[in-house]
């Protein structure tokens, strides 16, 4: 009867009682502010437990992520030019469970994010729009740890990969490589970058059809490997609006 009743974060109720369930608790914000500036957020708690965050010993259990970011509109006195600037910050073996098949995925692919888990990510946007000329600049700065081999030559799970999962089926032993000590970004640390490039020019405004020329750079390294890729690409594109009337 407990799953019946509607009341918000019921959840440690749940827990207390021994529910099994992978559920997460969030909380979302928007706020603008002086009708030129958007503060937003996201704060989620998958597993937390206040003593051992307080103890600062790194105990792996402590599963949390948030996201914080920000825009500003008409971006230094200029009409039309908007920047706007988000991190987003996701603790190792958040989003994960006992088994793969309880993690946040679907159809083999992370539901919040593609960097899974154990990352830090910063993402801005630099719009400029000028009749029916549109541009944009987009850089995506990431760190993660990923899984690396250890001295026996299998992959350690440092939290990253949420499709591993963390312990035996019901109450089995815990399948971490350390129960306490774990840090953000820890195991082979990798570092991405993204920088997209676009113009655009809106051909109707009633369908938002428009024709894109996008520029992208991609960039990933680690101690292990270099990789540099350049992409060019032309859209021809159109966004139809989803309007509802069931209200």
């Known amino acids: ?16 009682r021994g ?129 690396r081999l250890d001295s026996t030559g299998a992959l350690t799970n440092v939290g990253q990969n949420i499709f591993v999962g963390t312990a035996e089926i019901g109450s089995g032993p815990t399948k971490v490589p350390s129960i306490y000590g774990n840090s953000m970004l820890q195991g082979l640390k990798n570092t991405l970058v993204y920088a997209d490039l676009t113009a655009s020019y809106l051909i109707n405004t009633r369908t938002n059809m428009r024709v894109e020329l996008t520029f992208s750079r991609r960039m990933q390294h680690n101690e292990f490997i270099e990789k540099n890729t350049n992409w060019v690409f032309f859209t021809f594109r159109t966004a139809l609006p989803n309007r509802y009337y069931d209200f």
Request: glycine share 8%; proline share 4%.
């Open 1 to 16: 009867m407990n799953y019946l009743n509607p009341v918000i974060f019921l959840r440690p109720v749940e827990f207390s």
């Open 19 to 147: 529910s099994p369930d992978n559920v997460l608790i969030g909380f979302n914000f928007k706020a603008m502010i002086l009708k030129k500036y958007q503060l937003y957020g996201q704060l989620m708690l998958d597993d937390f437990s206040l003593t051992e965050v307080k103890s600062g010993n790194g105990w792996w259990g402590n599963k949390q992520a948030f996201q914080l970011g920000w825009k500003f509109f008409d971006f230094l006195g200029i009409r039309n030019l908007t920047w706007q600037n988000e991190l987003n910050f996701v603790r190792p073996y958040t989003f994960g469970h006992f088994t793969a098949e309880q993690s946040y995925t679907h159809y083999a692919q992370p539901v919040a994010h593609p960097l899974g888990a154990n990352f830090i990510e910063n993402v801005q946007f630099l719009r400029y729009r000028i009749k029916r000329i549109g541009l944009e600049g987009k850089i995506v700065y990431a760190q993660y740890g990923a899984d």
